[in-house]
Every structure is written in structure tokens, then in C-alpha cells.
């Protein structure tokens, strides 16, 4: 019984060592922006395995959250606060200088439309689509 014990450890162990190896490896080539790119993909296929040979759900779930996270910590990703993640403060942040239905210039407190009409007609052209 110790035995099979041990496996499992070891198994766990080299699962998350792997997992930590492809997202700073990723990461430092320039393959994902982020050590957390994968982070989803790796939690959907562990817990699909896990279920596959026969764990219910939330303890696959729950198993699979915490590998993850094992295998974050051990890539050394530290999660960015909310604020940190926001367009202003990664310097992306795009500013209108036209509106962006008519392309009237935009006065000081305007930020991408010059009027509520633009607006609604730029969002109706927008999700014309999905209608």
C-alpha cells in the first residue's frame, strides 16, 4: 500500500512540474503574453481526465484547481491586481480623437462618441450580427 502511495505523489509531483515547465517556457519565448495563458486549459483537461477514470466532478474540479495553482506557484506567476490589469495601466489604452460613428472631433469630456445618436448608431451597426 505505501507503495502505491508514493506513486501517486510522484505522479502529482511530475504532473506539476511539467505544467510549470511549458507555462514559463511559453512565456519566456514569447508563445502566451501571460504564465496564466494556459491556466484554463490545463484545469478543463486535467479535470476531464480525472472524470474520465471515474472522480466525481467537484473533486476532479477540486484537484485540478489546486494543481494548477501548485504549478503557478511554482513558475513563480504572481496573479496582477485588478487595477493592474486595466488598459491605463498597461499603457494600451487607445484614445478617440474622432467620433467614432461620424468623425466629428471629440471635445475634452467626450470618449469615443460625439453624441448619444452616434452611439446607438454605431452599436446597432456593431451588433447588427448577433441580432
Known sequence: ?????????????RIVAAMAVVMRRDF????????FAYEGQ??????????????????A?????????????KARAVRPSWAEGQHAAT????????????GTPLRARQVHFCSRKCRWHWWREFNAESA
Open 1 to 13: 500500500m505505501p507503495r502505491a502511495k508514493r506513486q501517486k505523489v510522484r505522479s502529482r509531483t
Open 28 to 35: 519566456r519565448n514569447g508563445t502566451t503574453g501571460s504564465l
Open 91 to 102: 499603457g494600451l489604452e487607445v484614445k478617440d480623437t474622432e467620433c467614432r460613428w461620424c
Open 61 to 73: 474540479d477540486r484537484t485540478a484547481r489546486d494543481l494548477v495553482a501548485e504549478a503557478l506557484y
Open 42 to 59: 490545463f484545469i478543463a483537461e486535467l479535470r476531464s481526465s480525472l472524470c474520465l477514470i471515474g472522480w466525481p466532478w467537484d473533486a
